[in-house]
């Protein structure tokens, strides 16, 4: 069976793509396409780094990265709405436990010490060896529960007044985000 069929088949079948590619062989390439069967026919397919290619720690990298796009997707969602009045104020509730749901993370995203490589952006080695780390990650926690809160015990999330006190809590949110960025993080 040809490599592409083998993909496809993990696909249909649910075997997982890893463990079908180190048993298909790899190229060793960079990249590899994958076939994304669905629906609508057949056609779409994704290019995607060969998981053969990519170590434990630049997965590990990789994790905190998008746990961290995810967080910030989450926070412009509830900027867009206290700040620039999207009409999702109902959906506020939802948004602020995801956020403080994610903040609740960050000790997993540096349970290990995957420091950036060099000139690479991401993390400095000095986030696991400066001990005051561990003062912004619980203050970045701490302001996000703050805003759960206060979105939590509001009467009318349309509010204006309502808006302007959970967006000075946002704020210290952000706040939290920029401080750590700029002392634990290459740019």
């Known amino acids: 069976m040809n490599r592409t069929k083998s993909i496809r088949r993990s696909l249909t079948t649910g075997l997982p793509l890893a463990l079908l590619l180190a048993s298909a ?5 960079e990249e590899i396409t994958v076939p994304m069967p669905g629906p609508w026919g057949e056609g779409y397919e994704e290019t995607l780094d060969d998981p053969a290619s990519v170590d434990a ?3 590990f990298q990789r994790f905190r990265q998008q746990s961290m796009r995810g967080t910030s997707a989450t926070y412009r969602s509830i900027e867009q709405i206290l700040r620039y009045d999207a009409p999702f104020a109902e959906r506020l509730p939802d948004l ?3 956020l403080a749901r994610r903040a609740a ?16 952006p ?11 780390f561990a003062e912004y990650k619980a203050s970045y926690r701490q302001a996000a529960e703050r805003l759960q809160r206060k979105v939590e015990t509001a009467d009318d999330l349309a509010d204006e007044a309502f808006q302007l006190r959970a967006t000075k809590a946002l704020n210290s949110v952000r706040h939290h985000c920029l401080a750590c960025h700029d002392n634990y993080r290459r740019r």
């Open 96 to 98: 602020a436990d995801e």
């Open 122 to 132: 991401g993390a400095l080695p000095a986030a696991w060896a400066d001990p005051d």
């Open 25 to 29: 062989g790899t190229t060793g390439a």
């Open 57 to 59: 720690t630049e997965a």
């Open 105 to 120: 993370d960050i000790e997993t995203w540096f349970d290990r010490e995957t420091p950036a490589r060099d000139g690479d």
